[in-house]
T-cell receptor, first 116, second 114 residues
Framework: AQKVTQTQTSISVMEKTTVTMDCVYE???????LFWYKQTASGEIVFLIR??????ENATVGHYSLNFQKPKSSIGLIITATQIEDSAVYFC?????????????FGTGTRLQVSP | NSKVIQTPRYLVKGQGQKAKMRCIPE?????VFWYQQNKNNEFKFLIN????????QIDMTEKRFSAECPSNSPCSLEIQSSEAGDSALYLC????????????FGSGTRLLVI
């Protein structure tokens, strides 16, 4: 069964620094998709970035990038030049297979606090 | 602002009462998912639809929970007889086709069962 684990419950950083959030996953499938989402204090959940399992290159979107280490089943999220508004809970998620009808499994999140 | 519209934002029910929440998916998204997020940030998958058809649902959903996504009407999730353990944030998400597709989430309905 698929599983996503985020062991860091909370991280605090100073503004304009770089932060890395860890995520490891378990799957029996050879093809899968990995996602990161952000949930703000208001409860809104926003998609940030995706990594396809068959791609070797790390995905990058704006100031978000991924550290995909397939042999370790690891997908870390890196946020560079953090801003106050990056304060939120970040969720790692995975979908097995190619069907969009398959559910996504989520980790339990890492709370990021960015201070001025 | 979310393109998935969930109502109501908050819902307070007594134990044994019905609780109903609605979701309008993003235009053009044929797949709708319902998740329950508890206070420990755990996401529990409840049910998903493609257009009007149920694709998967968990046992809990089969017993006390009912859901539908009728054509030209909002999707809905209803708890027939609310229990204290149902208190949670209920999230509706929609997505286009393709396994690579991410979710667009609604703002959620926060249910409190007292």
């Amino acid at each position: 069964a698929q599983k996503v684990t985020q062991t860091q419950t909370s991280i605090s950083v100073m503004e304009k620094t770089t932060v890395t959030m860890d995520c490891v996953y378990e799957t029996q499938d050879s093809s899968y998709f990995l996602f990161w989402y952000k949930q703000t204090a208001s409860g809104e959940i926003v998609f940030l970035i995706r990594q396809d399992s068959y791609k070797k290159e790390n995905a990058t979107v704006g100031h978000y990038s991924l550290n995909f280490q397939k042999p370790k089943s690891s997908i870390g999220l890196i946020i560079t030049a953090t801003q106050i508004e990056d304060s939120a809970v970040y969720f790692c998620a995975m979908r097995e297979g190619y069907s969009n009808t398959d559910k996504v499994v989520f980790g339990t999140g890492t709370r990021l606090q960015v201070s001025p | 602002n979310s393109k998935v519209i969930q109502t109501p934002r908050y819902l307070v029910k007594g134990q044994g009462q019905k609780a109903k929440m609605r979701c309008i998916p993003e235009k053009g998204h044929p797949v709708v998912f319902w998740y329950q997020q508890n206070k420990n940030n755990e996401f529990k998958f409840l049910i998903n639809f493609q257009n009007q058809e149920v694709l998967q649902q968990i046992d809990m959903t089969e017993k006390r929970f009912s859901a539908e996504c009728p054509s030209n009407s909002p999707c809905s999730l209803e708890i027939q007889s609310s229990e204290a353990g149902d208190s949670a944030l209920y999230l509706c998400a929609s997505s286009p086709t393709g396994g690579h597709s991410d979710y667009t989430f609604g703002s959620g309905t926060r249910l409190l069962v007292i």
